[in-house]
């Protein structure tokens, strides 16, 4: 089976960004972090080619997927590691999934 490109994309004090990304660290995940608040030409990529203007965003072989639960599930099914390796802490405690929007206005559930 070929390799996936994976491209994650993150934004500075989004909590599900940090859930998505203490997973990684915590189950020695590393793929391409793009952070949309230190690169105009990421956040133009991701509004453009993701179609939603939220993070955190896991482009898989070119293919957005939202929502931080997803993405952990998906990490954890393609690199062999339990999704239950978060850390709860890093995000609301009502959240669902979870994203936040690139406007900053807050994040959606």
Same mark, same amino acid.
Do not use: W
């Given at each position: *089976?070929?390799?996936?490109?994976?491209?994650?994309?993150?934004?500075?004090?989004?909590?599900?960004?940090?859930?998505?990304?203490?997973? *990684?660290?915590? #189950? %020695?995940?590393?793929?391409?972090?793009?952070?949309?608040?230190? #690169?105009?030409?990421?956040?133009?990529?991701?509004?453009?080619? +993701? %179609?939603?203007?939220?993070?955190?965003?896991?482009?898989?072989? +070119?293919?957005? *997927?939202?929502? #931080?639960?997803?993405i952990?599930?998906?990490? %954890?099914?393609?690199?062999?590691?339990?999704?239950?390796?978060?850390?709860?802490?890093?995000?609301?405690?009502k959240?669902? %999934?979870?994203?936040? #929007?690139?406007? +900053?206005? +807050?994040?959606?559930?």
């Open positions: *089976m070929a390799k996936k490109d994976l491209q994650l994309y993150v934004k500075n004090g989004c909590p599900f960004c940090r859930k998505v990304e203490g997973f *990684m660290k915590r #189950s %020695g995940i590393e793929l391409a972090l793009h952070n949309i608040d230190e #690169s105009d030409a990421d956040r133009s990529y991701l509004v453009e080619h +993701g %179609g939603k203007r939220q993070v955190p965003c896991l482009f898989i072989d +070119g293919k957005a *997927m939202y929502e #931080s639960n997803d952990i599930d998906y990490l %954890g099914r393609e690199f062999g590691v339990s999704a239950n390796a978060t850390d709860d802490a890093a995000a609301p405690a959240a669902s %999934g979870g994203a936040c #929007s690139l406007d +900053g206005s +807050g994040c959606s559930f």
